[in-house]
C-alpha cells in the first residue's frame, strides 16, 4: 500500500484514552468513522495495527481531537533518531503530545533480553501506570526480532467487553489476535470442537499443531495489560492456568520450548490463585521503580535542559520520579523556555497547570467511589502516613496515587498531596 502507515502501540494507547474521553467506541461509534470520511473496516485496521493510507489515518486520529504524529509508528517512516522533541502549544494542557524519548535502565534490558534467548522462558514485567512498561518491552522484543524471532504483542486494552464474557469466546478471541499479529490465517475452525475437549485443550491444540510448527523461529507472546483479566474470575482462573501449563510443557516438550511468555500488568495480583496453577510465581521477575535523581537529570538532558541536580531535585520534590509526569514537565520546559521552574511547580498541582487533564481524570474515578475518596482524602490532609483499609489501599496504590510502607499509605508525591487535599475537600 502506497503511503501506508500504521499506529504504534503507545498511540493506540493515546487514542484509547482520548475517544474513551469523547464516550465513543472503538470500532462501531458511526459518527467517528463518518467525520474522518473513512469506513468501518478501515478503522478495524487501525486497532489492529495494521498499515492503512496515511491521509485516512491522520483524518482518524484529527476526528479524536489528537495529532496523527503522536500516534503514528515513526520506525515505519522515518529515522527514529532523527525525530526531534515534539512542540506543545502555549495553551494546551494536553498530557498526549509527548515524544518517545527513553532512559536505559539497566540491567532490567539486558536481563529480559537473556530470559527470552532461554528456552520455553517467562518473564513478568510489573510497575504502575505509565511508568514505561511497554517502552521497555517494546525495546526488548525489537532486539530479538532482529535474532529472527517471531513476535506477537497483545494488549487486552483491545478486548472488548463482551470478550470477558466467556472462556471459549474470550480464548478464541486470544488465538484469533495472536494469528493476526503474526499475519497468518487463523485457522480456528480446524483445531476447535466445540464442545468436546474443551476451550483450554482446543486452544493448547491451536498452539502445538498450528502456531508452534509453522516455522522454526521461536514464538514469544507478550502480553499487556493483564491485569484488565483480573476483575473477571471466569477468565482469570483458566487463562492463567493455561499459561502456567504452557510453561511447564516447556520442560519436557521441545516444541514449546520456542514459545516464550512476557506479562505486563501494574499491580500486586491479589487475586485467588493455586499456588501450582499460577504464572505469577515462576518465570523472572521484572519491576519498574520510579526514576532516581541521577536518572531524571539524565532525562532533562535528553529534552536539552541546561540543569544541574538541584534543578533535578526541586522537580523530583514535586512530581517524585514518575516517568510520565517528568515527560509531562521536561517537554513543556523546553518548549516554553519563558517559563521558570519555579512558576511551572507553582501552577502545577492547579487546574491551569499541565496535569490539569490527568489529575481531573483520577478526581472522576475517586467521585465514583465515595468510599475510596474518603480513604484517599484522609491520606492527603496527614502530615504523616496513615493506614487505611486494605482494600482500598490496594485500589489507591494501584491507580498510582500513594506509596505503600507496611501497613501505612501516603501522597505518591506532593503534586497528588496539594491537588486533592483542596478538591476532595470541596465536595463536602
Known amino acids: 500500500m502506497a503511503d501506508s502507515v500504521r499506529a504504534s502501540r503507545q498511540g493506540l494507547e493515546i487514542v484509547d484514552q482520548a475517544r474513551y474521553r469523547k464516550g465513543w467506541r472503538k470500532q462501531v461509534t458511526v459518527q467517528w468513522w463518518e467525520i474522518a470520511h473513512t469506513s468501518q473496516a478501515t478503522l478495524k485496521r487501525f486497532w489492529q495495527r495494521k498499515p492503512i493510507e496515511r491521509q485516512a489515518f491522520i483524518a482518524i486520529c484529527r476526528a479524536v481531537g489528537i495529532d496523527w504524529e503522536e500516534v503514528v509508528e515513526y520506525n515505519k517512516i522515518q529515522d527514529p533518531q532523527s525525530r526531534k522533541a515534539t512542540r506543545v502549544p502555549h495553551n494546551s494542557k494536553s498530557e498526549l503530545l509527548i515524544p518517545e524519548l527513553y532512559i536505559e535502565r539497566p540491567p532490567l534490558e539486558s536481563c529480559c533480553y537473556e530470559t527470552l534467548l532461554q528456552p520455553g522462558s517467562l518473564i513478568r514485567i510489573k510497575a504502575l501506570r505509565q511508568m514505561g512498561k511497554t517502552m521497555l518491552l517494546d525495546r526488548v522484543l525489537a532486539q530479538v526480532a532482529q535474532l529472527g524471532y517471531r513476535i506477537a504483542f497483545l494488549s487486552f486494552k483491545l478486548a472488548e467487553r463482551n470478550h470477558f464474557t466467556d472462556l471459549d469466546k474470550f480464548l478464541r478471541w486470544f488465538c484469533t489476535m495472536i494469528a493476526r499479529e503474526l499475519q497468518i490465517p487463523s485457522q480456528l475452525d480446524d483445531y476447535w470442537e466445540e464442545d468436546i475437549a474443551g476451550s483450554k485443550a482446543d486452544c493448547t491444540t491451536y498452539f502445538e499443531e498450528y502456531l508452534l510448527p509453522a516455522t522454526n523461529s521461536p514464538l514469544v507472546i507478550a502480553l499487556d495489560d493483564l491485569d484488565l483479566i483480573f476483575p473477571y474470575a471466569e477468565i482469570y482462573e483458566d487463562f492463567f492456568a493455561l499459561l502456567r501449563f504452557w510453561h511447564e510443557r516447556a520442560k519436557s516438550r521441545q516444541l514449546w520450548k520456542k514459545l516464550k511468555l512476557v506479562v505486563v500488568y501494574s499491580t500486586e495480583v491479589y487475586i485467588p490463585l493455586n499456588i501450582n496453577q499460577s504464572p505469577f ?22 529534552y536539552e535542559l541546561d540543569w544541574d541536580m538541584a534543578q533535578s531535585k526541586q522537580l523530583m520534590a514535586m512530581i517524585g520520579g514518575h516517568p510520565y509526569l517528568l515527560k509531562l514537565a521536561l517537554a513543556y520546559l523546553k518548549n516554553h523556555q519563558e517559563v521558570t521552574l519555579s512558576e511551572f511547580l507553582r501552577v502545577a498541582p492547579t487546574e491551569a497547570g499541565i496535569y490539569s487533564d490527568h489529575l481531573r481524570q483520577h478526581l472522576l474515578e475517586l467521585r465514583e467511589d465515595q468510599i475510596l475518596a474518603s480513604a484517599f482524602k484522609k491520606v492527603v490532609t496527614v502530615t ?19 506509596q505503600l510502607s507496611d501497613n501505612q499509605v501516603k501522597p505518591r508525591c506532593e503534586l497528588y498531596k496539594k491537588y486533592f487535599s483542596t478538591y476532595l475537600q470541596e465536595r463536602d
Do not use: C, H, S, W
Request: charged share 25%.
Open 281 to 302: 510465581n515462576v518465570g523472572v521477575p521484572i519491576e519498574l521503580l520510579e526514576f532516581n535523581q541521577e536518572e531524571v537529570q539524565k532525562f532533562a538532558q535528553l
Open 384 to 402: 504523616e502516613t496513615v493506614q487505611v483499609e486494605p482494600l482500598q489501599a490496594y485500589k489507591l496504590d494501584r491507580m498510582g496515587l500513594v
